[in-house]
Each structure stands twice: as structure tokens, then as C-alpha cells.
């Protein structure tokens, strides 16, 4: 698939409660797209706050027959090009799905930022046809000029069908999603590492991923987006995860950090380097390596010396530089570290490609809002803590999108990051 092309593709899978987790990716062109169909899945009730951090299970790659559709699509920004709607086409892939919808249906939006006129018109004009349109922001941009244009349209008063909340309760709403629902359509989720500001595709690149059909993880994100709005801050309430027709999805923060809850460490975790003559690829796209997650360095250090193709691209002011050295210094398991060129990487993007220890073929990638920084897991004193989403997705056509991104980023706008 070429860097501009869209693929199409439908995927069976039922839901299915399994303990391993397999894949993530990374972000940044026009569109690129998979589609998934879900297998003969049980209704699922919405999930309610867990009490603990759940282990992220894996989705199920079963061949029953669909019981209904459902399908995900990715979507690159490309700063790097000429074409500005490639360039913001990750704001604009948010905005397809808000001018789409009709009297009676409802947006949900949870957005860390919102600056962008052409983001607060549509969310306007939406309120006036008649959609119930509810947003949550993050308390650091209530009273951008966009935000208070949206507040006096939408209102405040959450009896009303509309209405312009800020998150509260201490903590740094990180997380970045969109939802549409009701008169009968499908549910349709957009979950994003960008914002929907100007910035976001001109000086960065980003990642959303659209899923259209998938009830379970809609009603998931809606319940989060209920304790986002009513500003809960505690962690065994909001560290919520479930496994549906399309991903696994967890929220953050949880109630312990550390290696022994870190959802990337645990996404490597059952991983063989070696099927035969074939080699596993592991990719990660991140804005974010801070020194507080650096034990991930001697796991992808020994993936690389156990044979595993391991590529690593970032944005180098945000990897702490420990991380840098740990994972550029000579000896086996070096990593051959990559900084982006003339932009930001704003990604946050793992994927496998390859084999399981299991010898099974698996092909996934873990996306979302979720840096490699301590506060993006759980509280971190002195620091605090964020809201964020992880999404596993085992689509073929979405994780080879992210791979060939990677793949083109690496290339075509990187540098080596040499040890000092």
C-alpha cells in the first residue's frame, strides 16, 4: 500500500477474555485504513469502574460468523507536506464525523486542546441542528478564545442537551476522543494522539483511529467520559479496561505504576524473535521516553539481541537523556535509535509484527494518548497525574497502515541519534 492509498478490509473476531497482550504502532501521512468485522459477540453491559487495574487481555482472532459489522479506519497527519489537507487531516477526520451527524444523535468529546475556529464552528453548528453535543477539556485551556467561544454557545448547565464542562478534580485530562451515537446509526469512536488545534497538523505528527460499529467500546468510552465530566479522581475508578468486538481499550491513570502494570512491557512480553528463518519487527513511534519508564530499555535491548527487529523513532527533547544513552550505547541489544526531522512526532505507537512464543503469527499494535512517562501510568509525586487511553488493535489493514508509516518516517524523515 502506497503512503497515500486507503485500504479497506473487514476482519472476523468474537469477543474473548484472553490474559496475553500482542501489538502496537505508530502515526503520521493522509489516510490509511483497515476495517474489521467482529464474530458472533454476546451483548456486553457498559463496564463499570473496576476497583483494580485489570491486565489488558488481547482480542480473539476466532473465524464464527458476524453478528454484525464494524469497522477501523487510520488516519495519518503529514506535517511534511505541501497538501494541507493531508497535513491536517487528522482534525478533519474528527470533523467528517461531527458534520455527519443529525438532529436526536449526541457527540461526546474529550479533548486536551481546542483552538481551532474551523473545530469550534462545526461543534456550533452541530448544537444548532439539533445534536446534543457535550464536551470536557482540560482545565489549562478554559479560557482560550476558542473554548469561551464554545462555552457561550453550548452553555455550562449539564441538564441541558448541549454544554461545555472542565475537567476537575487535580488531574491532567490527557485523554483525546470523540463519539457519535443514536437515531439508529452506527456508534462511531475516534480516538486520537492529536488535538484539535492548527498546531497539531502543522507542527506534529499524528494519529487517529476511527472505529464505526464497535457498541461495546463506544459504551465504554461513554462511561469514561461520564467520570471525566464529574471530575473523579480516583485512580481504581478511572483505571478501567475491557476487551471488545474490535480492541482492548484501558484507561488510565491506574492505582500502581511501575514495570509490574506497564501496559507496553506487558505488550512485549510474549514475543519470539525467531519463526524459522523469519524475524519478528517490533516498531515504536513516541513522543515521550522519560526516565521514569526506563526499564522498558533492557527489555527492547534483549528483544534486539534475541533477534527481533527492533525500530525506535521519537521526538529527542522528549526522551530523557539517560534513555538515549541506555539505548544507543554499544554492546548487544543496541538500538539503532531514530529522531524525527523538521517536526514534532507526537505519536505514541508500539506495534509487533512477527510471532508469539506460541509460534503463533500475530500482528498488532497498542495506539492511543498514553506517552512513555511515569504521570501518563499513575500518580507521580511531585508530578501528578494524567488521564489517557491505550487501544490494542489486531486489524491487519490498520497495523500494516502503521507499519508503513513508521517504515516512511524512518526513512525519509530521521537521523541516527548517536551514543554520547
Not at 476487551?243 to 506497564?262: F, I, M, R
Not at 533477534?307 to 534513555?323: A, E, N, P, T
Not at 538515549?324 to 538500538?335: D, E, F, M, N, V
Not at 526531522?341 to 500475530?362: E, F, M, P, S, Y
Amino acid at each position: 500500500m502506497g503512503r497515500d492509498g486507503t485500504h479497506t478490509c473487514r476482519r472476523v473476531a468474537h469477543r474473548a477474555h484472553v490474559t496475553r497482550i500482542i501489538g502496537s504502532a505508530v502515526a503520521a501521512c493522509l489516510i490509511l485504513a483497515g476495517c474489521s468485522r467482529p464474530g458472533d459477540a454476546e451483548p456486553v453491559p457498559t463496564p463499570a469502574p473496576s476497583t483494580t487495574a485489570a491486565p489488558t487481555p488481547t482480542p480473539s482472532t476466532s473465524t464464527t460468523a458476524p453478528a454484525q459489522a464494524a469497522t477501523q479506519k487510520v488516519v495519518f497527519g503529514d506535517p511534511w507536506s505541501r497538501n494541507q489537507h493531508r497535513v491536517h487531516a487528522v482534525v478533519e477526520s474528527a470533523l467528517s464525523i461531527v458534520n455527519a451527524t443529525t438532529k436526536g444523535q449526541t457527540i461526546l468529546v474529550a479533548i486536551f486542546s481546542l483552538t481551532s475556529p474551523e473545530a469550534t464552528d462545526a461543534f456550533i453548528r452541530a448544537h444548532q441542528r439539533g445534536v446534543h453535543v457535550q464536551v470536557v477539556l482540560n482545565a489549562v485551556i478554559a479560557n482560550k478564545p476558542q473554548v469561551r467561544r464554545l462555552r457561550a454557545a453550548l452553555g455550562t448547565r449539564r441538564s441541558a442537551r448541549s454544554w461545555v464542562v472542565v475537567r476537575g478534580g487535580d488531574v491532567r485530562m490527557h485523554s483525546k476522543f470523540l463519539l457519535t451515537s443514536g437515531r439508529g446509526k452506527p456508534p462511531v469512536v475516534w480516538v486520537s494522539s492529536g488535538n484539535f488545534t492548527n498546531a497539531d497538523g502543522r507542527d506534529q505528527a499524528n494519529a487517529a483511529l476511527i472505529t464505526r460499529g464497535d457498541r461495546q467500546l463506544y459504551d465504554f468510552l461513554a462511561t469514561q467520559f461520564d467520570l471525566l465530566s464529574h471530575s473523579v479522581n480516583d485512580p481504581a475508578q478511572l483505571g478501567r479496561s475491557a476487551t471488545t468486538a474490535t480492541s482492548v481499550v484501558q484507561a488510565y491513570p491506574l492505582p500502581e505504576g511501575g514495570a509490574a502494570n506497564d501496559p507496553v512491557l506487558r505488550f512485549l512480553s510474549d514475543v519470539s524473535c525467531r519463526h524459522g528463518t523469519d524475524q519478528t519487527t517490533i516498531r515504536l513511534a513516541q513522543l515521550l521516553f522519560r526516565s521514569e519508564r526506563g526499564y522498558l530499555v533492557p527489555r527492547l535491548r534483549q528483544l534486539q539481541a534475541d533477534g527481533c527487529r527492533v525500530l525506535l523513532i521519537g521526538h529527542m527533547r522528549g526522551f530523557s537523556k539517560d534513555v538515549q544513552q541506555a539505548l544507543t550505547k554499544p554492546g548487544s541489544g543496541r538500538i539503532d535509535l531514530r529522531s524525527t526531522q523538521g517536526t514534532i512526532l507526537h505519536l505514541k505507537v508500539t506495534t509487533i509484527d512477527g510471532w508469539n512464543t506460541a509460534g503463533q503469527r500475530i500482528r498488532t499494535a497498542l495506539v492511543g494518548t498514553h506517552n512513555l512517562s511515569g504521570r501518563a501510568l499513575a500518580d507521580m509525586p511531585g508530578q501528578g497525574m494524567n488521564d489517557e487511553l491505550t487501544q490494542v488493535t489486531t486489524n491487519a489493514g490498520v497495523v500494516r497502515s502503521f507499519d508503513t508509516w513508521i517504515d516512511d518516517l524512518i526513512r525519509d524523515h530521521s537521523a541516527p541519534v548517536r551514543y554520547r
